[in-house]
């Protein structure tokens, strides 16, 4: 099992960035791939980029393309999202996710993919 506690939430001018980290626990951090998702107000849950165990693979929503990077050091048990260009609208709770699986390359999307959770980060984009 693996917990996983999120930092680097906060306001951010539209248009400005911030970088989000999630340390897991685990000692077996390698065995897991990793997720980010957002929560706005009335909205549901949704996908914001996913990696691989091994780091090589990586998928994100449509939408964030080109503007989000996520990336993960071993060393440190932590994953992050580098995000620019942000918008109002982009407002949420950040989620940090993790699922134990034997496929290196693998990522996924779905937020019933993913067993273990954070707490999540607030992040607001306003002026």
């Known amino acids: 099992q693996v917990q996983l506690v999120e930092s680097g939430g906060g306001l951010v001018q539209p248009g400005g960035s911030l970088r989000l980290s999630c340390a897991a626990s685990?000692?077996?951090?390698?065995?897991?791939?990793m997720g980010w998702f957002r929560q706005a107000p009335g909205k549901e849950r949704e996908f914001v980029a996913s990696i691989s165990r091994s780091g090589g693979s990586t998928s994100y929503a449509d939408s964030l393309k080109g503007r989000f990077t996520i990336s993960r050091v071993y060393a440190k048990n932590t994953v992050d999202l580098q995000m620019n260009s942000l918008k109002p609208e982009e407002t949420a709770v950040y989620y940090c996710?993790?699922?134990?699986?034997?496929?290196?390359?693998?990522?996924?999307?779905?937020?019933?993919?993913?067993?273990?959770w954070g707490q999540g980060t607030q992040v607001t984009v306003s002026t």
């Open positions: 685990a000692d077996t951090f390698g065995t897991y791939a």
């Open positions: 996710a993790a699922r134990r699986t034997p496929r290196v390359r693998a990522t996924a999307s779905g937020a019933d993919d993913y067993p273990y």
